[in-house]
């Protein structure tokens, strides 16, 4: 006959709230997890999250063994971002954001080490301003990545950072075999004097980190062929965004016309630096079309492709059309369309132009 204490943990919901109604305390005085049978607490513990069993650690060396064997497999909580940055008082900031009402937490890390953490709910405005740029963040990485390890984490974003070896090897180090759906990074900057070897560096890690969507906000990074078809084939349909400084360099490159596969593989692609030949640009766009998917292309092109020279180009298939200004390739039997636009390119050279392309469904509204 199964003793009450047993019976009570039958199911997962029954152990959650066992392990929440011995009120646990250091000290010891409230414990009631370690008069229980080693297969009990055992089914208690790997249902738990880190945070509890931080708790349970502390009660005595058995339970603390038992909640050491558990951590590979503890339960993580969801969180929507993880921010890492400098604010303009001087501080380090790590900011764990999760869904409202749940409790969000804010780590501000002085110049000494010493760290003060905030915890809030939804409601509550965050005493963090502007961004100081140019700012290393090693160790602010090493305790985010603490907070990785404990959290399902959808998106990550680091800002105000300058990246040097120093900086990727703590990043590599800290957050490997940790996955986020979204990686950011805004107002960031590569040392110069260590490019463009720190460049590839980073860029191989982001291969690796196979983020879904990536943004780069990075001053002087060095983003080349080689990193966007390697990027393209490590993730389905991937995102990927850059926006430069106006006075910063240009690392412009031009890939041949074996790129057109890669470029049809990602759902969205924006790079001003990226200087496709018009002569392919057009059977790659309509082969992206040809994967029904929504998405948006934008890059420079080598000279301005005309309306005539587009419509001697498409198959019999796709409909040629003009609506307001923009050539648009439509598919009839999926009603799928791609809307194209010329305008007016970053690149110094009196043939190129900046073409984009929104990938949509007709009843889709076309969003500038």
Not at 86 to 108: D, F
Not at 194 to 216: Q, T, Y
């Amino acid at each position: 006959m199964k003793s009450s204490q047993n019976r009570g943990c039958e199911s997962e919901e029954c152990a959650l709230n066992e392990a929440k109604r011995t009120k646990l305390s250091i000290h010891g005085e409230a414990d009631q997890i370690s008069t229980l049978p080693d297969d009990i607490v055992s089914d208690i513990i790997t249902r738990l999250d880190h945070y509890d069993l931080d708790q349970v650690a502390m009660l005595s060396r058995r339970l603390y063994v038992f909640s050491h064997a558990a951590r590979s497999k503890a339960r993580k909580l969801d969180a929507k971002e993880l921010q890492i940055f400098k604010a303009s008082h001087g501080k380090q900031c790590i900011h764990l954001r999760r869904e409202a009402p749940a409790v969000s937490h804010c780590m501000i890390i002085n110049r000494s080490g010493e760290k003060k953490i905030m915890k809030y709910t939804g409601t509550t405005k965050l005493p963090i301003c502007k961004w100081n740029r140019d700012s290393k963040l090693r160790l602010s990485i090493k305790r985010a990545a603490f907070l990785m390890n404990r959290h399902t984490i959808v998106q990550v974003s680091f800002a105000c950072i300058r990246i040097d070896h120093k900086f990727v090897s703590v990043f590599e180090s800290a957050f490997h075999d940790i996955k986020a759906q979204i990686l950011r990074f805004h107002h960031a900057s590569v040392d110069s004097s260590e490019n463009p070897e720190i460049s590839k560096r980073l860029l191989n890690l982001f291969v690796g980190a196979k983020p879904k969507l990536l943004h780069l906000n990075i001053e002087g990074l060095i983003i080349d062929e080689d990193f966007l078809r390697s990027y393209a084939e490590s993730v389905p349909l991937p995102q990927f965004s850059v926006s430069f400084y106006d006075d910063g360099p240009k690392h412009i490159f031009c890939p041949d016309s074996t790129f057109s596969s890669s470029l049809s593989s990602f759902r969205v692609l924006q790079h001003d630096h990226l200087l496709v030949d018009a002569d392919w640009i057009l059977p790659a766009i309509i082969d992206r079309l040809r994967r029904q998917l929504t998405g948006v292309f934008s890059c420079s092109v080598s000279r301005l492709l005309h309306k005539q020279e587009i419509a001697d180009q498409v198959d019999e298939d796709i409909e040629y059309l003009i609506e307001a200004g923009k050539v648009v390739l439509r598919l009839p039997s999926s009603n799928h369309s791609a809307k194209i636009s010329f305008h007016h390119s970053v690149i110094d050279h009196p043939t190129c132009c900046s073409i984009k392309v929104h990938f949509v469904v007709n009843t889709e509204a076309l969003s500038e």
